[in-house]
């Protein structure tokens, strides 16, 4: 499966901005990691299938909104109320089965190319 992601940028805290994301096959899931300057990679958002089912990383909940539009495989990000700690390059991921980050590390097998987004103060 190839992802193919777009739509970062800067943007000012107070504004908003969505990522999308398009793959070229079927995947159960799909989802948003990050990776600030100096800092690990990490969890953001993922997205079921027929976008009934989301999950979070607690830095982003009630901010971040992750949508699915299933007939185009395509997933959203949308970055409601961002904060300068949010800049970082976003990986759009996909892949059958999803890891509870609360129980586990989740490891997607697919990766799409990173999509750089500042936000400024």
């Known amino acids: 499966v190839q992802l193919q992601a777009s739509g970062g940028g800067l943007v000012q805290t107070g504004d908003s901005l969505e990522l999308s994301c398009t793959a070229s096959?079927?995947?159960?899931?799909m989802g948003w990691f990050r990776q600030a300057p100096g800092r690990e990679r990490e969890f953001v958002a993922t997205?079921?299938?027929?976008?009934?089912?989301?999950f979070y990383t607690r830095a982003v909940r009630g901010r971040f909104a992750i949508s699915k539009d299933s007939a185009k495989n395509t997933v959203f990000l949308r970055m409601n109320i961002p904060k300068p700690e949010d800049t970082a390059v976003y990986f759009c991921?996909?892949?059958?089965?999803?890891?509870?980050?609360?129980?586990?590390?989740?490891?997607?097998?697919?990766w799409g190319q990173g999509t750089q987004v500042t936000v400024s103060s």
């Open positions: 997205v079921s299938w027929d976008g009934g089912s989301t």
């Open positions: 096959g079927r995947t159960n899931y």
């Open positions: 991921v996909a892949d059958d089965v999803f890891t509870v980050p609360t129980i586990g590390v989740p490891s997607p097998r697919f």
